[in-house]
């Protein structure tokens, strides 16, 4: 076997096998509920593939896709940022709510909008600052400060979302939400999908950029390295010249700002305001970071594949099936991705490690050694 | 002295079966020497010591005696019974023990908290297991204090209460993985001393080293391992220690010896009343100063644990310190670990794993690691990842790394390897100063040799060193000035051309 199969076919097994046994588990739960796993899933995918279904998918998927890379951010080095949710919360809300401010409607609308999403991030970041200041000074551990601003972030919206502050009603409703972005502040859909009726949402752009600059910033600079070598083995990072303390807030700073642009799709391009319906991605997005194992375009694909699952689990209630058997199928589609991908590290290492083996027992240590192709 | 590799019938009382006994063990294992082959016979009541170079599968084999892992093939007899092991527990109840090399004790439990923890079943915990460490003590000689603090104790008084730990669950065949390696010369002797009562008391030692005059002066029976099978069986009696290094080597040893002086006068690093603390305000390194000069190499001689970790670790600004640190006349007190490195400085650290790898990751990245700031590594804030890849093959083939290529995860590549990769890193950046901590700690000779001729070649074209290791030939074959650490202070010095290993080791028992 050449070299790049011992480490590729494992990993690449991995993520098909993962989502066979998914099916499989679904399938069972299925059979117990009296219902036939075949029409399921053949209706999910012939509803879930209709130009109309495919828009909503991609359009679901951008904030997926941003809150995915947020959390994987941190991730790759050992931060568990569970904070996405209240991060991007107050964001969208001070975005919102800033937007629509009328001292801000001098700027030209392309201007406004740069500076909507410059207010997300930056807010996201703080949020985000506050628990990597806390970790970093008095060293609390960032799962439970980000939970805890989670709860903080969430009551602090909802304070500020209410008439007397920053929210107003709309006639003929009882819902409350900040008053909506002057139209040259829109954002435009672009029709990606022949013969849907309906457009893909613009902000998919910038979820792109998002996930190219991921990549490069990870990759291809200083930054980046640091930032995976203090993940990969802090002690190592830290005898390499790398500041750990100093990693820990940029990382979290930059989750936070990623983190911050993750409602930005719905509010400059379909509700042009900041509404009570926001949030609750924040976990969804760890889920997505673990199944899309931090690459860029592992997290693309995982946040497809999601909002292709909740998107056909729709069609199964007019087909009397319960829609939970999703939430099943996302639910074990996770874990037995972690599973698969712990396995396939795991027999694709030892096989690395018999391939040096066979070079450290050559014959006479003393000749170069050839490696059998 | 027979050196068949089958000394497979007890040399004395042959209706009485071998303690323990091993018939052609093999044993394959990803990325370091496994043992094949392997045939073993030692007599109840005796010191039997098993001796063979770093990596040549001694530990493996111990680790399959106790059960850590399964052998491929071959048996195991204790008592001339067979018996599988599938865990420790197996072994321990068949009544064999385990004393590690590093001690896994908890600092903050007295002696008796410390034996019976994961033996409670046996004495229970309180009056009737400190009667039974007491009655064990006074068997054998040992000398320990139930009652004691283990973090009161000496190194010496904590290797007796592993031994006692390893008693107390009943064991009569007792395994000692480089005793030694921790221990300064007086505390040896009266280890041997022990080891000694014991086999009085009719128990049987197994004792791993690879420090001839010490398995000369203790064992009873010498089997001898090479490249992870057994080459020979000796009577200590009989075998010289030239001898006994030859069959272990299979060659001429190499020495480290670099007696032309290389010194000069421009002093390159200078470190003046340095100390570092814990966050407790104890004391790990007090006031130490000195001056390497390019082209020298300080070596700097202590028991573990008496401040030298702490002390490069200040040097490379790992660490908070107090003290001035000047690197080439220039002032690097207030900089960080990155910016000394940029100023020349090199670490070659003691734990591989712990602070010069990144194991997961392929070895250019590795290649990067220390270096992300230079060339070939980067361009400005860019990685440049062909650069250093390129860059890594080139280091591959001089510094004779053995790895399929420069994609293979560091933690596919033996020790010794990985060795060799982290020693040409360092030196492909010429370091004004080299800090070497146990550079060859755990390399097999060869690259121990090469390593050395790294190191002297290095140091022929000025480079300072700062070397600190476990190994005394290769301190005082290595350095141009000894210095003793001991309890963070510098207690003496002492000139590598006049000094031997044993008044180097007293002094720094502190008593120099």
Not at chain 2, 223 to 249: F, K, N
Request: with cysteine.
């Amino acid at each position: 076997m050449s070299a790049p199969w011992v480490r590729l076919l494992p990993r690449l097994l991995a993520p098909v096998g993962a989502l066979l046994i998914a099916a499989a588990i679904s399938s069972i739960a299925l059979l117990i509920s009296n219902q036939d796993p075949a029409t399921a899933f053949s209706s999910m995918i012939e509803y879930g593939t209709r130009p109309e279904s495919l828009v909503s998918i991609l359009n679901r998927s951008i904030d997926l896709y941003i809150g995915g890379v947020a959390v994987a951010i941190g991730f790759r080095m050992n931060l568990f940022n569970i904070g996405v949710d209240g991060q991007y919360r107050l964001a969208s809300l001070a975005a919102a709510s800033l937007g629509a401010a009328p001292f801000l409607q001098w700027l030209p609308g392309v201007l406004r909008i740069l500076v909507i999403v410059l207010i997300a991030m930056v807010v996201g970041a703080f949020w985000a600052g506050v628990a990597a200041l806390l970790k970093v000074t008095r060293g609390v551990s960032e799962v439970i400060s980000t939970i805890m601003l989670n709860f903080i972030g969430g009551q602090l919206v909802a304070y500020l979302l209410t008439t007397n502050h920053l929210g107003v009603q709309a006639k003929g409703s009882n819902d409350v939400a900040t008053p909506l972005l002057p139209k040259d502040s829109w954002i435009s859909g672009i029709p990606l999908i022949p013969d849907a009726r309906s457009e893909v949402n613009g902000f998919i752009v910038v979820a792109v950029g998002v996930g190219v600059a991921y990549w490069f910033v990870l990759g291809r600079t200083r930054f980046g390295f640091d930032l995976r070598a203090s993940g990969q083995n802090a002690t190592s990072a830290v005898a390499s010249g790398v500041n750990a303390r100093r990693m820990v807030l940029y990382a979290m700073l930059l989750s936070g700002a990623v983190a911050g642009l993750v409602g930005m799709s719905q509010l400059l391009g379909e509700r042009h305001a900041h509404t009570t319906s926001v949030g609750g991605l924040g976990f969804t997005a760890i889920g997505i970071a673990l199944l899309g194992r931090n690459s860029p375009v592992g997290i693309a694909l995982a946040a497809l594949l999601w909002a292709f699952l909740d998107r056909s689990a729709l069609i199964l209630d007019l087909n009397e099936i319960p829609k939970e058997i999703v939430t099943i199928m996302q639910g074990t589609t996770v874990l037995a991705v972690v599973v698969a991908y712990e396995l396939a590290e795991r027999i694709s290492r030892r096989g690395q490690q018999r391939r040096a083996g066979a070079t450290v027992s050559e014959p006479d240590p003393r000749q170069p050694s050839e490696v059998p192709a | 002295m027979s050196t068949d590799a089958a000394p497979a019938a007890p040399a004395a009382g042959a209706d009485e079966p071998p303690a323990v006994q091993l018939r052609g063990i093999t044993k394959r294992f990803p990325g370091v020497v496994a043992n094949h082959d392997i045939d073993l016979s030692v007599r109840r009541g005796t010191i039997h010591a098993i001796v063979g170079e770093n990596g040549a599968g001694k530990s493996t084999l111990m680790k399959t005696l106790y059960g850590m892992h399964r052998p491929d093939s071959g048996e195991i007899l204790i008592d001339g019974d067979r018996i599988v092991f599938h865990s420790p527990q197996q072994a321990i109840s068949a009544g064999i023990g385990m004393v590690h090399q590093h001690f896994m004790l908890a600092d903050n439990f007295t002696v008796l908290e410390n034996i019976v923890l994961g033996a409670e079943k046996l004495h229970g915990i309180g009056a009737a297991a400190a009667r039974r460490i007491r009655e064990l003590s006074r068997q054998y000689g040992l000398g320990v204090d139930p009652e004691a603090l283990v973090e009161d104790l000496g190194v010496g008084d904590r290797q007796r209460v592993e031994i006692l730990k390893v008693l107390y669950r009943g064991a009569r065949v007792l395994i000692l993985d480089e005793p030694t390696a921790v221990l300064v010369p007086q505390e040896v002797d009266e280890l041997f001393e022990n080891l000694r009562q014991l086999t009085r008391e009719g128990l049987t030692v197994i004792f791993i080293s690879h420090k001839l005059h010490e398995v000369l002066a203790v064992a009873d029976a010498i089997t001898v391992i090479r490249r992870g099978t057994t080459v020979a069986a000796v009577d200590p009696g009989e075998v010289t220690p030239r001898q006994l290094a030859a069959l272990m080597v299979g060659s001429e040893l190499p020495s480290p010896e670099a007696r032309e002086s290389t010194v000069t006068d421009v002093p390159v690093l200078a470190v003046a009343g340095l100390s570092v603390r814990t966050a407790g305000g104890r004391s790990l390194v007090e006031d130490v100063s000195f001056t390497i000069h390019r082209g020298e190499v300080v070596g700097i001689a202590g028991v573990e644990g008496n401040g030298q970790a702490e002390l490069i670790e200040a040097i490379m600004g790992m660490r908070p310190s107090t003290g001035r640190v000047t690197l080439d006349g220039v002032d690097v007190s207030e900089r960080g670990t990155r910016k000394r490195r940029e100023a020349g400085l090199g670490y070659i650290p003691a734990d591989r794993h712990r602070q010069g790898l990144l194991l997961d990751a392929p070895l250019w990245e590795n290649r990067m690691l220390g270096h992300q700031t230079e060339a070939p590594n980067a361009r400005g804030w860019l990685l440049n990842n062909r650069g250093a890849r390129r860059d890594t093959e080139r280091i591959v083939a001089e510094y004779d790394v053995r790895t399929p290529g420069a994609d293979v995860p560091a933690a596919a590549l033996s020790g010794g390897n990985q060795q060799k990769l982290i020693v040409g890193r360092e030196m492909s950046h010429t370091p004004k100063v080299l800090l070497a901590a146990h550079p060859t700690r755990g390399v097999d000779i060869g690259a121990q040799a090469a390593i050395w001729e790294h190191i002297k070649r290095a140091r022929r074209e000025g480079m300072g060193v700062l070397l600190i290791s476990a190994d005394l030939d290769e301190l005082i074959g290595l350095s141009d000035t000894l210095k003793v650490i001991f309890r963070g202070r510098f207690v003496a010095e002492a000139d590598p051309a006049a000094v031997t290993p044993e008044q180097l080791g007293l002094a720094m028992t502190g008593c120099g």
